[in-house]
T-cell receptor, first 116, second 113 residues
Framework: DTGVSQNPRHKITKRGQNVTFRCDPI?????LYWYRQTLGQGPEFLTY????????KSRLLSDRFSAERPKGSFSTLEIQRTEQGDSAMYLC??????????????FGSGTQLSVL | GDSVTQMEGPVTLSEEAFLTINCTYT??????LFWYVQYPGEGLQLLLK?????DKGSNKGFEATYRKETTSFHLEKGSVQVSDSAVYFC????????????FGKGTKLSVIP
């Protein structure tokens, strides 16, 4: 168990550029989540995958954000035309679950995005 | 919509002091409740959970009881240690079939020797 891995750890970009983050979940985990956290706030849900299917997406999520999980393994989160308000820590979490949704989530250390 | 309100931090306690971090919630249906903890330099990790009213979650000396009548899930520990210094997040998962966790803002705890 190597834990949830996120890359890069830090990303600095200019406003208007596109960025992509990668998350490698724990290998046997079928569920994968993306959250966003800003300073002084708790994590905010972005989207959820069960295997390769994206089953839930936050209503607050702009259409500039897109996520994929091809083959149900790693996931990518892309932000197009970044804005300064996108600056945040982007967290990935994974879990193994069937039926119940109250299993333990394992979080990665996050990707810190700074938009200049 | 769902929301979680935690007591404002930071909280500073001496070693062996009693800890309470208050958490109240608003949710549709019958939510499940969680406490997550983030130690310095580490990712969030589940501390404890309770999935129905009157359940008590416990782990590492921490406890929290799911109180439906007061919509609360306060975190307590009888004797804190320096190693408990971390940020604590209360969270809920709505009973309405959603997979998302709704988190509070977090409470930073510092324990001094």
């Amino acid at each position: 168990d190597t834990g949830v891995s996120q890359n890069p750890r830090h990303k600095i970009t200019k406003r208007g550029q596109n960025v992509t983050f990668r998350c490698d979940p724990i290998s046997e985990h079928n569920r994968l989540y993306w959250y966003r956290q800003t300073l002084g706030q708790g994590p905010e849900f972005l989207t959820y995958f069960q295997n390769e299917a994206q089953l839930e997406k936050s209503r607050l999520l702009s259409d500039r954000f897109s996520a994929e999980r091809p083959k149900g393994s790693f996931s990518t989160l892309e932000i197009q035309r970044t804005e300064q308000g996108d600056s945040a820590m982007y967290l990935c979490a994974s879990s193994y679950g069937t039926g119940s949704v109250n299993e333990k989530l394992f979080f990665g250390s996050g990707t810190q995005l700074s938009v200049l | 919509g769902d929301s979680v309100t935690q007591m404002e931090g930071p909280v500073t306690l001496s070693e062996e002091a009693f800890l309470t971090i208050n958490c109240t919630y608003t949710a549709t249906g019958y939510p499940s409740l969680f406490w997550y903890v983030q130690y310095p330099g580490e990712g969030l990790q589940l501390l404890l959970k309770a999935t129905k009213a009157d359940d008590k979650g416990s782990n590492k000396g921490f406890e929290a009881t799911y109180r439906k009548e007061t919509t609360s899930f306060h975190l307590e520990k009888g004797s804190v240690q320096v190693s408990d210094s971390a940020v604590y997040f209360c969270a809920l998962r709505s009973g309405a079939g959603s997979y998302q966790l709704t988190f509070g803002k977090g409470t930073k705890l510092s324990v001094i020797p």
